[in-house]
Each structure stands twice: as structure tokens, then as C-alpha cells.
């Protein structure tokens, strides 16, 4: 079984500073990780995916994100916010072995202030 | 690369017709593509995973003679919400896989409001 927590629903920051998104998995095998942005009646965009390779990645927008296992953590960060950044951001795992099963985060809706 | 596109965008419609959500990717081959409901302010429920020439596998208590889904090329598949009612109105995504089997990226279509009067 797997499962994928998003620590805050809502997350508000200034513009300019830096931006901390939480979430916190479980799976029983190896997961991959992603984070997916979706800004107000649009379709998902992908921000950046974890798979096995290096633990930091780097996704568009100035986005990053770091595979912790020992905190089964998948925090995502940019060093500064920027307006257009106000949007939901979905956390999700998923196990690619057989049977591909993807579970999605609750969200976390961050608001940038002017 | 790896664009989904869905049609309409947008479609209002009244209470006992069908509506038919189409979902594909431009510039790729998929051979699985995924449908997802997501109610405002809420998560994405996957509702069905659909297999290019076999049939769909549907999620735990998604209707599958409601809400039939076709997947006739590697390019297309295609959601119709029969006999719709208001309960059904939703915002309606779907995704298509990049890649086969032990891939695991998705890349979603711009979604499908879908509001029945």
C-alpha cells in the first residue's frame, strides 16, 4: 500500500521569499515521486519526478525537491517566490512495479503576497 | 514534447443527455491513459485506467456503464457520462502514461468542466 500526506492545505508566503511545500509518503517498495502544479480551471503541469536517481532534483520554475528516505519526506522549495507561482500543488507517489498505481496528495494552495 | 489535449474545455448540458469527453496526446503514443474526477477544492480520484484496445479497469465504485470510456487508438481515448445528472458535474482530467509498462510519468490534459443543468 502507499500513501502520500501534504503536511499543509494552505501555504502563504511574500513575494520574494522562500517557498517550503511538505510532503511526507509511504510505500512499500520503491516509489517515484512527482510534483504537479495546477493553476485555477487548468490541467496538471509537471514540476519535477524523483526516480532512484540523484536525491535533489531540479524541476522547471526554479523548483526543487529532495528525496529523503530515511524521513520518507519529498519536500518542494524555491528560493524565492514569485507571483506566478500562486497556484495547487499536488504531491504524488507512485510504484511502477506491475500494476502501476498512482496516489495523489491532497494539495496545498499557495498564495503569494504582493 | 508530451502534450495531452482534451475537448471541449468546457460543456454545459441538461439533465438525461450524454456527453463525450475526448482526451489525446499529440505527441506521443499511450498506450494507457487515465481518467480523474476532482471535486472543487478537492484532490484528483482516479476513476478508470484505460487500455488502448482492451477494456477499461475501473476504480472502486465508479459505475462503469455510466461513465463509459474508449480507447480505439494510441492517441485517443474517449469518456462519455451517460444519462448525465447534476451530481455529475465535475472538472474531468485525464492523463496519458509516457512510455510502457514500469514507466510511471503521467502528462495531463487541461481538464473538462462539465456542468449539468
Known amino acids: 500500500a502507499q500513501s502520500v500526506t501534504q503536511l499543509d492545505s494552505h501555504v502563504s508566503v511574500s513575494e520574494g521569499t522562500p517557498v517550503l511545500l511538505r510532503c511526507n509518503y509511504s510505500?512499500?517498495?520503491?516509489?517515484?515521486l512527482f510534483w504537479y502544479v495546477q493553476h485555477p480551471n487548468k490541467g496538471l503541469q509537471l514540476l519535477l519526478k524523483?526516480?532512484?536517481?540523484?536525491?535533489l532534483v531540479k524541476g522547471i520554475n526554479g523548483f526543487e525537491a529532495e528525496f529523503k528516505k530515511s524521513e520518507t519526506s519529498f519536500h518542494l522549495t524555491k528560493p524565492s517566490a514569485h507571483m506566478s507561482d500562486a497556484a495547487e500543488y499536488f504531491c504524488v507517489v507512485s510504484y511502477s512495479g506491475g500494476y502501476q498505481k498512482v496516489t495523489f496528495g491532497t494539495g496545498t494552495k499557495l498564495q503569494v503576497i504582493p | 514534447g508530451a502534450v495531452v489535449s482534451q475537448h471541449p474545455s468546457r460543456v454545459i448540458c441538461k439533465s438525461g443527455t450524454s456527453v463525450k469527453i475526448e482526451c489525446r496526446s499529440l505527441?506521443?503514443?499511450?498506450?494507457?491513459m487515465f481518467w480523474y474526477r476532482q471535486f472543487p477544492k478537492k484532490s484528483l480520484m482516479l476513476m478508470a485506467t484505460?487500455?488502448?484496445?482492451?477494456?477499461?479497469?475501473?476504480e472502486q465504485g465508479v459505475e462503469k456503464d455510466k461513465f463509459l470510456i474508449n480507447h480505439a487508438s494510441l492517441t485517443l481515448s474517449t469518456l462519455t457520462v451517460t444519462s448525465a445528472h447534476p451530481e455529475d458535474s465535475s472538472f474531468y482530467i485525464c492523463s496519458a502514461r509516457l512510455g510502457g509498462e514500469g514507466t510511471d510519468t503521467q502528462y495531463f490534459g487541461p481538464g473538462t468542466r462539465l456542468t449539468v443543468l
Open positions: 524523483y526516480t532512484s536517481a540523484a536525491t
Open positions: 484505460s487500455n488502448e484496445g482492451s477494456k477499461a479497469t475501473y
Open positions: 510505500s512499500s517498495y520503491s516509489p517515484s
Open positions: 505527441d506521443f503514443q499511450a498506450t494507457t
